[in-house]
Antibody, heavy 120, light 107 residues
Framework: EVQLVQSGAEVKKPGESLKISCKGS????????IGWVRQMPGKGLEFMGIIYPGDSDTRYSPSFQGQITISVDNSINTAYLQWSSLKASDTAMYYC?????????????WGQGTLVTVSS | SYELTQPPSVSVSPGQTARITCSGD??????AYWYQQKPGQAPVLVIYKGSERSSGIPERFSGSSSGTTVTLTISGVQAEDEADYYCQSADSISSWVFGGGTKLTVL
């Protein structure tokens, strides 16, 4: 069974760094693209970026380029989303999702989400 | 980049048919995907490649397209279908675009 399990909720102060994780199981981790999606409180879904664990090819949405870093550690089947300096506006739920279909740029399996709260 | 436009809300009575539209100039050239998101839960892909139902999704969910508009149709709406629905498309694996979402209310 394909599963994506994300790390737990975080409460941080503005200016702090953060790295959240998404661990895949039940499939060959290096085979499928892993994307990250933001959902701000009461708002819709926003695509942040995506990585292919097979070769670490990483692509960012223009809206998030330079603001985040996406990476993977294939030895532990885990993808990461990180910030070097958080802002209050980074407060949101963050989801990872994988795209398993051929030529299918969409998330057919999702993690449960990680709630990030940034407040002084 | 391009935009996908959805109505903010749709309301139907149980047993009726709900139609949620999504409009965008790129839709004639790209597949649409539909997600259902219930409060406090992650999105679930219900329709992929425009009209294919994901595994485990009831037959009352269907997808269609006409020109620059795609439609998610829920026939015989049930109370459990009350949720937010998002359309999504992409011109490459790395350029997912989501619609703003539609809140489906079952009266």
């Amino acid at each position: 069974e394909v599963q994506l399990v994300q790390s737990g909720a975080e409460v941080k102060k503005p200016g702090e760094s953060l790295k959240i994780s998404c661990k895949g199981s039940g499939y060959r981790f290096t085979r499928y693209w892993i994307g990250w999606v933001r959902q701000m409180p009461g708002k819709g879904l926003e695509f942040m970026g995506i990585i292919y664990p097979g070769d670490s090819d990483t692509r960012y949405s223009p809206s998030f380029q330079g603001q985040i870093t996406i990476s993977v550690d294939n030895s532990i089947n885990t993808a990461y989303l990180q910030w070097s300096s958080l802002k209050a506006s980074d407060t949101a739920m963050y989801y990872c999702a994988i795209s398993t279909g051929v030529n299918q740029p969409a998330g057919d399996y999702w993690g449960q989400g990680t709630l990030v709260t940034v407040s002084s | 980049s391009y935009e996908l436009t959805q109505p903010p809300s749709v309301s139907v009575s149980p047993g009726q048919t709900a139609r949620i539209t999504c409009s965008g100039d790129a839709l004639p050239k790209q597949y649409a995907y539909w997600y259902q998101q219930k409060p406090g839960q992650a999105p679930v892909l219900v329709i992929y490649k425009g009209s294919e139902r994901s595994s485990g999704i009831p037959e009352r969910f269907s997808g269609s397209s006409s020109g620059t508009t795609v439609t998610l149709t829920i026939s015989g709406v049930q109370a459990e279908d009350e949720a937010d629905y998002y359309c999504q498309s992409a011109d490459s694996i790395s350029s997912w675009v989501f619609g703003g979402g539609t809140k489906l209310t079952v009266l």
